[in-house]
């Protein structure tokens, strides 16, 4: 059995890490520590409290789970290691690429499990993605597109000033930069072109990173001023493409309080299939549709569970979770370099 805490009871924790925590039946939830009152309703057996020595006194607990906005990860999670508890930080995982190194130096010392909270490498349109790359029908690899877009202009338009807790590569590119570095590993050399449109000075509301790997190229691009979206994933091949339009669908799921309790939870229906467009060895032209992958966060939470409790290798590796808070840190400098 592997006993949790959450610190922190918002939107974070109760969608997008409870449900699925409560999947795996040698998990249980002990106590979930907020400092104020929350909306969400109460869980049975759960304890709720405001004292956070509730939690890193409790000998009972041995994994806490951060779902706190970014700029408290690092205090708390070195509490966290410093009490003898396992981690879980969500994503950004820290502010700064050094507060990373420390956290992950100092786990290692007292023998403690720390990783990011990565979920996103159990989207369906991800893993579907990987399923038809290494299928092979689209010969050798030469360019993946990846977007991840929005249209909510009255969040930049509304803030005035840049922060790095505002910024749209910190809070979003954390997702993609993460996809990027577990399937195709450590580039040779990016291309940055990190934007505040709305002028010098306000928030960074775009961006479009290239990632180079010899001649192949992973992009991921994402705007608050998309009023139609660009299609989740584009790859070509030189044999044919893929196209995967939308994105997965759990958290469309969650919104709606339909849970992975459900046996069609998250499942993407037949017009959701992406389309697979290729030459075979023969010669002939194919196009396709794709029957999605399962994507499950649950799965996470189990490899969790299976690092601390079976003592397997962790899914998101420390150099990763490094070397992705480095990117967002060049891609700030690059901005701030060319536009402020």
Known sequence: MLTIAYIGNGKSANRYHIPF??????????????????????????NYTNALEDVLNDPDIQLVVLSVPPAAHYDLA???????????????????????????????????????YQNRRYDSDFLTVQKVIESGKLGELLEVEMHFDY????VPETTDTFSIDTSYLYG????????????????????YDVRQLLGKGRMNDYFDLDFYYGALKVSIKSSYFRIK????????????MFI????????????????????DFGMDLPEHYGTLTYID????????????????????YQAIYDSIILGREKVVKDTETIRQIEIIEEGIAEMNRLFV
């Open 21 to 46: 925590a409560q999947q795996i039946s040698d998990i249980r939830i002990k106590t979930i520590y907020s400092p104020s009152l929350s909306p969400w309703a109460p869980i049975e057996g759960v």
């Open 78 to 116: 070195k509490q966290c290691l410093l009490a003898g508890k396992h981690t879980l930080v969500e994503k950004p995982f820290t502010e700064t690429s050094e507060q990373a190194k420390e956290l992950f130096s100092l786990a290692k010392q007292k023998g403690l499990f720390l990783q990011a």
């Open 151 to 154: 249209f909510r202009p009255e």
């Open 172 to 191: 979003h590119a954390c997702h993609t930069i993460d996809q990027v570095l577990s399937y195709f590993g450590m580039p040779d050399t990016i291309h």
């Open 229 to 240: 979206e660009r299609p989740s994933f584009i790859v070509y091949g030189k044999k044919g």
């Open 244 to 263: 995967k339009a939308t994105k997965d669908r759990q958290e469309e799921d969650l919104k709606h309080f339909y849970m992975p309790d459900r046996a």
């Open 281 to 300: 060895k023969q010669g002939y032209y194919h196009e396709e549709k794709v029957i999605s992958q399962r994507g499950s966060y649950t799965q996470m």
